[in-house]
């Protein structure tokens, strides 16, 4: 049986709320077949600094901040991604610009691991709570199998982040379509779960763990 290679680190327990600062730089990303959708929204204000996990399981900000779909607002949400005739599958790019978009960015990062299976090209924003399907800004290649404490931390972890966040998105809308998993709480906005994902998704991850709300 082969194995693919785990990305072990190490990092303390703690919960550290979130800041609100602005960090910006510019990393230019190869262009990739067709050229990205040109966003009219901008990236989120994100702390870096005060993310609980360490660097491994997160994305840049200076690369890859997370944006938000410009066609998907506030007001708009029970006509698409809290619709039950609505599926990601409309807006979702082919695998043959992620892959090649997967490939180039895995070379961008200077991860040793090259090999394409132990990535998926992730949404940093979902596409299920209003991410920017095709612009690079909101496209990261998370590792599968990061090691966290000898827990494994990577991408199936946070699809179920983004479907618990999903959920409270759409609490509030009448007869809403919800995701797998559990239901916060209370609801929350767009905007807020579209920043808890783009800031710091393993911070909430480690409430849910613990079966407590991240919001």
Known sequence: MNLRPLHVVTVASGIVLLGC???TATVPVPPVGNPPTVSTSA???LDAGHRVGPPDIYPRVDINPGLPNPDITQANIAQNI???????SSI???SSYTTALKKQQITQYGFTDKNTADYEEDHI???ENGGHPRDPK???PEAYNTMINGQRIGAHEKDAVENYLHNGICLGIPNAKFSSGPKPPRAITLTQGQTILANDWYA???HMKKLESCI
């Open 82 to 88: 809290c619709n039950k005739g609505w599926s990601t």
């Open 138 to 140: 909101n496209l990261y």
């Open 43 to 45: 990236p989120l204000p």
């Open 204 to 206: 909430c991850y480690l």
């Open 125 to 127: 924003i979902s596409l």
């Open 92 to 94: 979702r790019p082919p």
């Open 21 to 23: 600062a602005v960090k």
